[in-house]
């Protein structure tokens, strides 16, 4: 697979996810924008983040977009704490972030991290908005943690992992009855 990471905010991609999910035989950019109100270019680069995480798949040209279960349909909840777990559940199998997480943790900046993330999967965005897009999912599914300043860390202590996977449980079995 190509890796690619667009400027955009886990609530778009989430967003993104429902309209696809609620529109299932196959939605285009136009509807996400005007559907979740939104500039065109924004749903644009929501629905292609969400495919590149597995929520979303398209017809192959890349103008229509159907869900992609069972994520898309077990991230599209209203409970927020199930909505991270399942976000971060996709976003820890996405090798880009799996790559930017462990090059936090040696170099301890964001930005060097972002920077190392591009390198080495040859991504094309610049390493700003690979920096703030995974931000934005880190911080939204609670892989990152805000430490202040600027400086992050990750989020890996047992009790949270736990109660992460505990998560997942929760949503799969409401999903699955």
Known sequence: MDYEIYPTTAEHIVGATDVVLLKNKGCNIDFVASFLDIPPESAKNACKMAEQLGLVKTNGHGDIFYPDFPFASYLVTSNEQ????????????????????????????MQTAAEQTKIFHNL????????????????????????????YTIAELPSERNEYLLRIKDVVANRER
């Open 82 to 109: 199930q909505k991270s777990a399942i976000m971060r559940l996709v976003l820890e199998q996405y090798e880009p972030f799996k790559t930017f997480k462990n090059r936090l943790i040696v170099v301890g900046l």
């Open 124 to 151: 094309s965005a610049h390493r700003d908005v690979i920096k703030d897009t995974i931000t934005s999912l880190g911080t939204f599914s609670q892989s990152l943690v805000s430490k202040g300043a600027g400086l």
